[in-house]
């Protein structure tokens, strides 16, 4: 089991940066997957990024794709997404994710996904 603990997240105008940190716990962090996704008010959870455990491959929707950046420090157990050119769609809860099924666990939410607590980001117009 990984427990995921998210960080970074604030109020940011449209057009400016954040970028998030995500600490997992255990010894194993490089065999897990890792990955972003965000809720935003009134919607439903959503893909956002993923990362596979070496940090060799990485996959975005379609909407950040250009603008979000996801990385991984396997020596630091964190994972970070660089969200840069942010636009007010872009408000929502982010939440952290593991799988050590893969991306593709994370790209179809499909399998066992731990989760963080989330982290708000807001985006103003």
């Known amino acids: 089991q990984v427990q995921l603990v998210e960080s970074g997240g604030g109020l940011v105008q449209a057009g400016g940066s954040l970028r998030l940190s995500c600490a997992a716990s255990g010894r194993t962090f490089s065999s897990y997957a890792m990955g972003w996704f965000r809720r935003a008010p009134g919607k439903e959870r959503e893909f956002v990024a993923a990362i596979s455990g070496g940090g060799g491959s990485t996959y975005y929707a379609d909407s950040v794709k250009g603008r979000f950046t996801i990385s991984r420090d396997n020596a630091k157990n964190t994972v970070y997404l660089q969200m840069n050119s942010l636009k007010p769609e872009d408000t929502a809860v982010y939440y952290c994710?593991?799988?050590?099924?893969?991306?593709?666990?994370?790209?179809?939410?499909?399998?066992?996904?731990?989760w963080g607590q989330g982290t708000q980001v807001t985006v103003s117009s």
């Open positions: 994710a593991a799988s050590a099924g893969g991306t593709s666990v994370l790209r179809t939410s499909r399998g066992n996904i731990y």
